[in-house]
């Protein structure tokens, strides 16, 4: 190629280039002109679904445009990540993550349709949030040791409902580190496995605060033990499990955070982010999600994205110490 004509098309590699970049500023400066769907990969009710339209609401007036939450339930939040995984990264469609679809799930599946770490961009921290080991009321244990004695007087005929993976893996640590055998019971939704569990047509349920405390607090299931290493003032009478138990290391918190489609550009991250974080530092959601146990922690995508990486790495610890095979 002659050197004039390669000047030339250098030339307009260089315009194309600076036109995209400016596209792209533009694109970020005028972020959002059109309403920002939140998809919630768990069904209307759950935890996820709790806190997503509480900090979906805020978001809205922050950022001067409607964002829609739209529940995506399926295969322990697989189904809706995945839809995000797959949507355009221009912020127009964000997830409402957790340690499910962002930290556990490529141990629980044999193949994901999306790269679990590659798929996503960082965008908020929302908060943390212990569970609680529940119980049918007619189930005779009045304690979480009582319980485990009746699992090992009755191996595989004690149940447990799940419909996420902090519920399954919770269920599955405890059952390994007392030494007993259950019966699992997968749910679509965590409502539904709670409806089950006040009708009996199931023993035990370990779940969000956002689902259990209620439940619990209004005497229609017996709560035995929280999941965190430190009692939980909004249910302070209950005894975590390695208090219950004697045990060292149980521990299992769930989390929830937001993430964007990989290559979101950094503009539009930064002001999903300041979104959220507005939201968290709001007085109203604060209060409404106190009497939950549900830990607001603002903080910076980056913040987040070492997070999830320690997240990562605990939550393929503890399903590699609780035997949870692979499906």
Same mark, same amino acid.
């Given at each position: 190629?002659?050197?004039?004509?390669?000047?030339?098309?250098?030339?307009?590699?260089?315009?194309?280039?600076?036109?995209?970049?400016?596209?792209?500023?533009?694109?970020?400066?005028?972020?959002?002109?059109?309403?920002?769907?939140?998809?919630?990969?768990?069904?209307?009710?759950?935890?996820?679904?709790?806190?997503?339209?509480?900090?979906?609401?805020?978001?809205?007036?922050?950022?001067?445009?409607?964002?829609?939450?739209?529940?995506?339930?399926?295969?322990?939040?697989?189904?809706?990540?995945?839809?995000?995984?797959?949507?355009?990264?221009?912020?127009?469609?964000?997830?409402?993550?957790?340690?499910?679809?962002?930290?556990?799930?490529?141990?629980?599946?044999?193949?994901?349709? +999306?790269?679990?770490?590659?798929? /996503?961009?960082?965008?908020?921290?929302? *908060?943390?949030? !212990?569970?609680? $080991? &529940?119980?049918? @009321?007619?189930?005779?244990?009045?304690?979480?040791?009582?319980?485990?004695?009746?699992?090992?007087?009755?191996?595989?005929?004690?149940?447990?409902?799940?419909?996420?993976?902090?519920?399954?893996?919770?269920?599955?640590?405890?059952?390994?580190?007392?030494?007993?055998?259950?019966?699992?019971?997968?749910?679509?939704?965590?409502?539904?496995?709670?409806?089950?569990?006040?009708?009996?047509?199931?023993?035990?349920?370990?779940?969000?605060?956002?689902?259990?405390?209620?439940?619990?607090?209004?005497?229609?299931?017996?709560?035995?033990?929280?999941?965190?290493?430190?009692?939980?003032?909004?249910?302070?009478?209950?005894?975590?499990?390695?208090?219950?138990?004697?045990?060292?290391? +149980?521990?299992?918190?769930?989390? /929830?955070?937001?993430?964007?489609?990989? *290559?979101?550009? !950094?503009?539009? $991250? &930064?002001?999903? @982010?300041?979104?959220?974080?507005?939201?968290?530092?709001?007085?109203?959601?604060?209060?409404?999600?106190?009497?939950?146990?549900?830990?607001?922690?603002?903080?910076?995508?980056?913040?987040?994205?070492?997070?999830?990486?320690?997240?990562?790495?605990?939550?393929?610890?503890?399903?590699?110490?609780?035997?949870?095979?692979?499906?």
């Amino acid at each position: 190629m002659p050197r004039q004509a390669a000047i030339a098309v250098t030339r307009r590699l260089a315009l194309l280039s600076a036109a995209l970049l400016c596209s792209t500023a533009a694109l970020a400066q005028s972020f959002p002109t059109k309403p920002i769907r939140a998809v919630v990969p768990f069904a209307a009710g759950s935890a996820t679904d709790q806190i997503g339209r509480a900090f979906a609401e805020k978001m809205s007036v922050t950022l001067g445009q409607p964002v829609v939450v739209d529940n995506k339930p399926g295969a322990n939040g697989m189904l809706g990540a995945d839809i995000v995984a797959k949507s355009p990264a221009d912020g127009y469609t964000i997830l409402i993550g957790t340690n499910s679809t962002n930290a556990a799930l490529k141990f629980l599946q044999k193949k994901l349709p +999306y790269d679990q770490d590659t798929a /996503f961009v960082p965008v908020g921290f929302l *908060g943390s949030v !212990p569970l609680m $080991v &529940a119980v049918n @009321n007619d189930v005779p244990a009045k304690t979480l040791k009582e319980l485990v004695d009746l699992a090992k007087a009755k191996p595989g005929q004690v149940s447990f409902a799940y419909a996420s993976t902090s519920q399954q893996v919770s269920s599955e640590m405890l059952s390994s580190m007392a030494g007993i055998q259950m019966n699992p019971i997968p749910y679509k939704s965590g409502p539904a496995a709670m409806t089950d569990l006040i009708g009996g047509q199931v023993n035990i349920f370990t779940a969000d605060f956002g689902v259990t405390v209620p439940q619990h607090k209004a005497g229609k299931i017996r709560g035995l033990a929280v999941t965190s290493t430190k009692r939980v003032a909004v249910v302070p009478d209950l005894p975590t499990v390695n208090e219950a138990l004697g045990l060292k290391d +149980y521990e299992l918190i769930a989390y /929830f955070a937001v993430f964007a489609p990989a *290559g979101t550009p !950094p503009d539009i $991250v &930064a002001k999903l @982010n300041a979104a959220i974080n507005a939201a968290a530092n709001a007085k109203d959601l604060q209060d409404k999600f106190a009497a939950t146990g549900f830990a607001i922690d603002p903080g910076t995508p980056e913040q987040l994205a070492q997070r999830n990486k320690a997240e990562t790495v605990k939550w393929a610890k503890a399903i590699r110490e609780a035997k949870i095979e692979p499906q």
